[in-house]
């Protein structure tokens, strides 16, 4: 059974993805934020250069930061985005 | 607890003022204001754009401030954080702790602003002569962060 999450996208990544949020359904076998990646990855063009692992990418689940080991539940709000560089 | 994240200027000592005067037993404010320059490497700077993530980036600043609250004793603390577009010589984030004496307030101020620019969900887009980009994260400043969890 899939799992509805919103996913939002930050800074870079909402300029060359050329999206700010989605509504995404997740299969089963995505079950964490490093396999949400992969999956995001699998889109090819700029979502396999921004989610293949090579660029630095932070995210955060119910908008707290999280490792890439964290779960991600069906209603989760995940969003994805460069290191940060306020102050 | 004062998290303010806004667009309009801020007046840094009228800020301090009501930090300062809203207990008579505070002794110190230490403050850090953050403002935009004309140059970043290498490049003059125009404009400076933050964007941000609202939701987050409140309950981050707060969670800043708690985590300075174990480590130390003080009163009460503030940040304000602008958003939007910039020139230099603009402000951009004002910290400030109160407590009873100054060595209290100058670690919390200085462990906030470690944190904030590491863990605060903020992003800075500079316009260069050659165009846009944004800002890169600086290792010096995971470093900075990073020294803090080895005084823990």
Known sequence: MSRPVRILYFARLRETLGASAEEAALPDEVMDIAGLMWWLAARGGVWQEEFDGCRQIRAAVNQELVQNAAFVNAGDEVAFFPPVTGG | ?152
Not at chain 2, 2 to 30: M, N, T, W
Not at chain 2, 100 to 114: K, Q
Not at chain 2, 146 to 151: A, D, Q, V
């Open chain 2, 1 to 152: 607890m004062s998290v303010k994240v806004q667009v309009e200027d801020f007046d840094a000592g009228a800020e301090i003022a009501r930090l300062r005067l809203s207990d008579p037993g505070i002794g110190a404010v230490a403050c850090f204001i953050g403002q935009v320059r004309d140059v970043n490497d290498g490049a003059p700077v125009g404009t400076l754009t933050l964007e941000h993530y609202p939701g987050m980036t409140e309950k981050a600043l707060v969670a800043i401030i708690d985590q300075a609250r174990t480590r130390w004793n003080f009163h009460d603390a503030l940040i304000i954080h602008r958003i939007g577009t910039l020139q230099p010589k603009d402000q951009i984030v004002l910290v400030a702790v109160a407590g009873s004496h100054r060595g209290e307030c100058f670690a919390a101020c200085e462990f906030i602003m470690d944190y904030l620019k590491t863990e605060a969900p903020f992003w800075k887009k500079e316009l260069t002569p050659t165009g846009e980009r944004w800002v890169d994260a600086r290792e010096s400043d995971d470093a900075a962060r990073k020294r803090w969890e080895s005084e823990l």
